[in-house]
Protein backbone atom coordinates (compact mmCIF):
# COMPACT_ATOMS: atom_id res chain seq x y z
CA UNK A 1 0.00 0.00 0.00
CA UNK A 2 1.38 3.59 -1.15
CA UNK A 3 -0.12 5.17 2.30
CA UNK A 4 -0.23 3.85 6.00
CA UNK A 5 -3.37 3.75 7.87
CA UNK A 6 -3.00 7.35 9.83
CA UNK A 7 -2.22 8.88 6.19
CA UNK A 8 -5.06 8.21 4.49
CA UNK A 9 -7.31 8.86 7.80
CA UNK A 10 -5.58 12.33 7.87
CA UNK A 11 -5.63 12.73 3.72
CA UNK A 12 -9.43 11.90 4.59
CA UNK A 13 -10.38 14.88 6.75
CA UNK A 14 -8.72 17.52 4.70
CA UNK A 15 -9.74 19.79 2.02
CA UNK A 16 -7.99 21.42 1.08
CA UNK A 17 -3.83 20.97 -0.43
CA UNK A 18 -0.83 22.64 -2.28
CA UNK A 19 0.06 21.52 -5.87
CA UNK A 20 3.42 22.68 -6.87
CA UNK A 21 4.19 22.31 -10.32
CA UNK A 22 7.25 23.72 -12.75
CA UNK A 23 6.90 25.80 -15.25
CA UNK A 24 8.26 26.03 -18.83
CA UNK A 25 10.79 28.48 -17.86
CA UNK A 26 11.29 26.77 -15.12
CA UNK A 27 9.75 29.14 -11.98
CA UNK A 28 7.75 27.42 -8.99
CA UNK A 29 3.55 27.56 -9.32
CA UNK A 30 2.12 26.60 -6.33
CA UNK A 31 -2.00 26.72 -5.79
CA UNK A 32 -4.46 25.27 -3.29
CA UNK A 33 -6.46 22.40 -4.72
CA UNK A 34 -9.05 20.06 -3.75
CA UNK A 35 -8.26 16.81 -3.84
CA UNK A 36 -9.30 12.96 -3.53
CA UNK A 37 -7.22 9.66 -3.05
CA UNK A 38 -7.58 7.23 -5.59
CA UNK A 39 -7.48 3.86 -3.97
CA UNK A 40 -8.09 1.94 -7.14
CA UNK A 41 -5.13 3.73 -9.22
CA UNK A 42 -3.37 4.55 -5.86
CA UNK A 43 -3.02 8.03 -6.79
CA UNK A 44 -4.13 11.41 -5.49
CA UNK A 45 -6.47 12.79 -8.45
CA UNK A 46 -6.80 16.24 -8.16
CA UNK A 47 -9.66 17.78 -10.15
CA UNK A 48 -11.56 21.61 -10.95
CA UNK A 49 -13.25 24.03 -12.39
CA UNK A 50 -11.54 24.84 -16.07
CA UNK A 51 -9.33 22.00 -15.13
CA UNK A 52 -7.72 21.66 -18.53
CA UNK A 53 -7.47 25.11 -19.50
CA UNK A 54 -4.76 25.44 -16.17
CA UNK A 55 -1.81 26.58 -15.94
CA UNK A 56 -1.05 23.89 -13.73
CA UNK A 57 -2.95 21.25 -15.90
CA UNK A 58 -0.38 22.61 -18.51
CA UNK A 59 2.78 22.51 -16.34
CA UNK A 60 2.01 19.07 -15.51
CA UNK A 61 1.18 17.76 -19.13
CA UNK A 62 4.72 19.68 -20.14
CA UNK A 63 7.29 18.11 -17.62
CA UNK A 64 5.07 15.49 -15.06
CA UNK A 65 7.16 17.30 -12.27
CA UNK A 66 4.64 17.81 -9.07
CA UNK A 67 4.97 18.45 -5.01
CA UNK A 68 1.63 18.31 -3.33
CA UNK A 69 1.70 19.11 -0.08
CA UNK A 70 -1.41 18.17 3.14
CA UNK A 71 -0.88 20.48 6.48
CA UNK A 72 -2.81 22.27 9.17
CA UNK A 73 -2.26 23.15 12.70
CA UNK A 74 -4.89 21.71 15.12
CA UNK A 75 -3.76 23.55 17.80
CA UNK A 76 -1.81 26.26 18.56
CA UNK A 77 -1.85 26.05 22.37
CA UNK A 78 0.14 23.87 22.89
CA UNK A 79 1.29 24.54 18.81
CA UNK A 80 0.97 21.64 17.40
CA UNK A 81 1.17 19.98 13.18
CA UNK A 82 0.35 17.85 10.93
CA UNK A 83 1.85 17.28 7.50
CA UNK A 84 2.09 15.24 4.45
CA UNK A 85 4.25 15.53 1.16
CA UNK A 86 3.81 14.04 -1.69
CA UNK A 87 6.61 14.46 -4.68
CA UNK A 88 5.72 12.21 -7.60
CA UNK A 89 5.26 12.16 -11.16
CA UNK A 90 1.85 13.68 -12.38
CA UNK A 91 -0.07 12.78 -14.84
CA UNK A 92 -2.61 15.23 -16.89
CA UNK A 93 -5.60 13.48 -17.72
CA UNK A 94 -7.87 15.11 -20.12
CA UNK A 95 -11.60 14.12 -21.03
CA UNK A 96 -15.18 14.91 -19.96
CA UNK A 97 -13.59 15.57 -16.36
CA UNK A 98 -9.53 16.25 -16.42
CA UNK A 99 -7.86 15.64 -13.56
CA UNK A 100 -4.34 16.00 -12.33
CA UNK A 101 -2.95 12.75 -10.93
CA UNK A 102 -0.43 12.57 -8.77
CA UNK A 103 1.82 9.17 -8.57
CA UNK A 104 3.94 8.81 -5.54
CA UNK A 105 7.21 8.15 -5.21
CA UNK A 106 8.36 9.84 -1.65
CA UNK A 107 6.47 10.60 0.73
CA UNK A 108 7.30 12.73 4.09
CA UNK A 109 5.21 13.11 6.92
CA UNK A 110 5.05 14.68 10.49
CA UNK A 111 2.97 15.35 13.52
CA UNK A 112 0.13 12.31 12.58
CA UNK A 113 1.47 9.52 14.99
CA UNK A 114 2.65 11.90 17.40
CA UNK A 115 -0.03 14.30 18.66
CA UNK A 116 1.43 15.15 21.59
CA UNK A 117 4.90 16.13 20.92
CA UNK A 118 6.12 19.70 20.47
CA UNK A 119 6.16 20.21 16.89
CA UNK A 120 10.26 20.96 16.62
CA UNK A 121 10.76 17.29 18.28
CA UNK A 122 8.65 16.00 15.89
CA UNK A 123 9.84 12.95 14.05
CA UNK A 124 10.10 13.47 10.04
CA UNK A 125 8.94 9.86 8.59
CA UNK A 126 10.56 9.19 4.75
CA UNK A 127 10.13 6.81 2.21
CA UNK A 128 10.24 5.74 -1.66
CA UNK A 129 7.42 4.64 -3.07
CA UNK A 130 8.21 1.69 -5.09
CA UNK A 131 6.53 2.20 -8.98
Known sequence: MTFTASELEYLAGQPLGRLA???PDGTLQNNPVGFRWNAQTQTIDISGFRMAASRKFRNVAANGRVAFVVDDVPSVDPWRVRCVEI???????DGPEPIIRIHPRRILTFGLDEPDREAHS???NKR???V
Open 21 to 23: TVQ
Open 87 to 93: RGHGEAI
Open 122 to 124: LTV
Open 128 to 130: DVS
